[in-house]
């Protein structure tokens, strides 16, 4: 391990000439673990520049982040790189594409992709490196080292494990089907529920529920806008009985009037038998929405209310 240690201190040794560097002195490396169910992040510190690191979101994959406390690397992109480690002769960088650089403090996010082969590499004991190129030829470099990497990385894995299925930008909205003229939640209707109610249970401060059903034209228009009623009353009555208070709920039904596709067609008609889910932020100080609101009126139909 000495050995690797000493080897590299002679990093620079494999840096373009003339090349600005910016990295951590080896003795000061350290990795940090910050996160909570909504978002995990496991950063390295880089000594007069800002922080590297990896940001893996609810419901997503990792991404590398490179934010500056300064403009201390130009705009345009930057090639990135997961550097061969000195003590592992004969192995070379491996390419890992083009990043564009931003004008704030965060300088970009990677892909997935693209983090997701940082990782493997780090694990490897190869570096992270961030290559500019400037239009006067001048190079610069921010480069992450892998000490300490695998302990901080099992930390972060157990950050990870306790992160919610999904974010808010994919659960905020839903679509909750139904079979045939069934009026029932079946298994897969009551799993997308509950995701939904997990978050709401994590994040007090998304605390309304905007229900709509809906029909397809298989029976007459007063059927269809009682199923649709009874539809969205299964979900509302669903909520209810895992703990959202009636007062949190918006209920409106509109029977066949709004497909989401032609009717015509089995699998078609199966997509417009549905509840639209969405979830929303209150503030306290808003007008409190009715528990049941009117049925929404397409311009020139009759007004009907439930």
């Known amino acids: 391990m000495r050995q690797r240690y000493l080897a590299l201190l002679s990093v620079f040794a494999s840096v373009p000439a003339m090349a600005l560097t910016f990295q951590t002195r080896l003795e000061s490396i350290e990795w940090t673990v910050e996160g909570d169910k909504f978002e995990c992040r496991l950063t390295q510190p880089i000594t007069d520049f800002g922080a590297g690191g990896f940001v893996r979101r609810a419901g997503e994959q990792a991404t590398f982040r490179l934010t500056a406390f300064n403009a201390m690397i130009g705009g345009g992109s930057a090639t990135l790189l997961a550097a061969a480690a000195p003590w592992q002769p004969g192995r070379g960088d491996i390419n890992l594409g083009s990043v564009r650089i931003g004008s704030g403090n965060v300088l970009f996010d990677t892909s997935q992709v693209q983090a997701g082969r940082l990782i493997s590499g780090l694990l490897d004991g190869r570096s992270p490196v961030i290559r500019h190129s400037s239009g006067d030829g001048r190079v610069s470099e921010v480069r992450l080292l892998p000490v300490r990497f695998s302990q901080a990385f099992n930390e972060y894995q157990s950050c990870v494990a306790k992160l919610l299925p999904k974010n808010f930008e994919q659960i905020r909205q839903s679509q ?7 009026l029932d939640l079946d ?17 007090p401060t998304v605390n309304h529920i ?3 059903g ?11 806008r009682d199923l649709s009623r009874r539809r969205a009353l299964a979900v509302m009555e669903f909520f209810k009985a895992n703990g959202v208070q009636e007062s949190q709920i918006t209920m409106r039904f509109h029977g066949e009037r709004y497909p989401v596709a032609p009717n015509n067609s089995a699998a078609n008609r199966a997509k417009n038998r549905r509840v639209a889910v969405r979830l929303e932020r209150v503030a306290p100080t808003e007008k409190a929405t009715p528990q049941v609101a009117p049925q929404i009126t397409a311009p020139g139909s009759t007004s009907a209310t439930s």
């Open 210 to 212: 905007e229900l709509d």
């Open 176 to 182: 909750v089907g139904f079979s045939g003229e069934g």
């Open 214 to 224: 809906h029909s397809d034209n298989s029976g007459n228009r007063l059927t269809n």
């Open 187 to 203: 298994a897969r209707a009551k799993a997308q529920l509950q995701v939904m109610l997990e978050f709401m249970k994590a994040d």
